[in-house]
């Protein structure tokens, strides 16, 4: 039997006595719980994730093609807007399904690009299928879509409720490698691990004078990869990401097997110092267990681990930059 540390006891404690003076409390408050939003991934490992958003131009798309295939240990997840699906697809029958077939991920951000604080609870539920619809109708299957990115960033209770009713992991960022050249170039060196990093597929620079063959961030793409390569770095999808978290949280990182299992524990007896993690500790795969669906309201929402979310960061080490002498080992 397992046992349960303070803040379980406290957490479960509360509950019980909420229920018991609230009736109905459980059930009401899963049924309007929004899901955690998604910023970053585990420091425990050196693998951050490179995302695109819009997607809509084909000649950036392109580049992004050529950067991927000289490239091929790189997977990217792409918040492809449902109308680039469509519109590209027309343009270059196939382009979808060469990222697909080659394991790059592909996640929602709406149909046309609309804030979805203008649309109500039903658009955007509406707005998601369609999107989906698209998705599946260029793939020509229908491969599981787990995370949703509104636009503008705008995590509107309309967008967390269809997240909610679909069982989606609403992703923001927790950093960027866009801006000029050098910028970029200079964050992506910055790059902690686990970090989700937000870039575009955009016509840039605006600037006429200069070369509108150039795009910034694709040259910064072509640039950035072979160094994260050169340093030990994995660029992942967002589901690799998420999927270490859940691993994480069912078998904390030095921890005893199952501590992470716990419904609030994050296990803090790894030590950052040293960045030590005993290299003969066997790391269980993901299971059913451990990914649940967002649909389960509470429940669900309080077995995600904890450490990704913007309200439990404390609960954690700070993560560490994904340099050659400061990462984690790699499992």
């Avoid at 997607?55 to 918040?79: E, H, I």
């Avoid at 492809?80 to 979808?96: C, R, S, Y």
């Avoid at 000029?180 to 790059?191: D, M, V």
């Avoid at 770095?233 to 994480?248: A, K, S």
Wanted: charged share 20%; aromatic share 10%; net charge neutral.
């Amino acid at each position: 039997m397992a046992l349960l540390t303070r803040r379980d006891f406290l957490k479960i404690g509360g509950a019980a006595l909420l229920s018991s003076t609230v009736p109905g409390y459980l059930t009401a408050a899963a049924a309007i719980a929004d899901p955690p939003v998604l910023y970053h991934g585990s420091s425990f490992y050196p693998r951050i994730s490179i995302t695109y958003d819009d997607c809509q131009l084909l000649s950036r798309l392109r580049m992004l093609q050529a950067a991927l295939a000289d490239n091929p240990n790189v997977r990217v997840t792409l918040f492809a807007v449902g109308q680039a699906l469509v519109n590209n697809e027309a343009k270059e029958a196939g382009i979808w399904k060469w990222f697909y077939s080659r394991g790059h991920e592909f996640a929602y951000h709406s149909w046309d690009h609309t804030n979805p604080f203008v649309l109500s609870d039903e658009d955007v539920l509406a707005d998601y299928d369609r999107w989906q619809d698209a998705l599946y109708s260029v793939l020509g299957d229908q491969p599981l879509v787990r995370f949703c990115r509104p636009p503008y960033g705008n995590l509107s209770s309309s967008f967390l409720n269809m997240c909610r009713r679909r069982g989606k992991v609403p992703t923001m960022w927790s950093t960027g490698f866009g801006g000029s050249i050098a910028n970029g170039i200079e964050l992506a060196k910055q790059a902690r691990n686990g970090d989700i990093a937000l870039m575009h597929t955009r016509n840039q620079p605006a600037d006429p004078a200069i070369n509108q063959e150039e795009s910034w961030d694709m040259t910064i793409t072509s640039q950035i990869l072979p160094y994260f390569t050169e340093n030990g770095i994995q660029c992942v999808t967002v589901g690799q990401l998420y999927d270490d978290l859940l691993r994480e949280q069912e078998d904390s990182p030095g921890c005893e097997i199952g501590a992470g299992a716990s419904l609030t524990r994050s296990c803090l007896d790894y030590s950052p110092q040293t960045g030590s993690v005993p290299r003969d500790r066997p790391v269980a795969p993901p299971t059913a267990k451990s990914m649940p669906s967002l649909q389960l309201g509470l429940s669900a929402i309080a077995s995600y681990p904890q450490s990704a979310w913007r309200i439990d960061l404390q609960t954690r080490p700070v993560g560490r930059q994904c340099a050659r002498t400061a990462r984690s080992p790699e499992t």
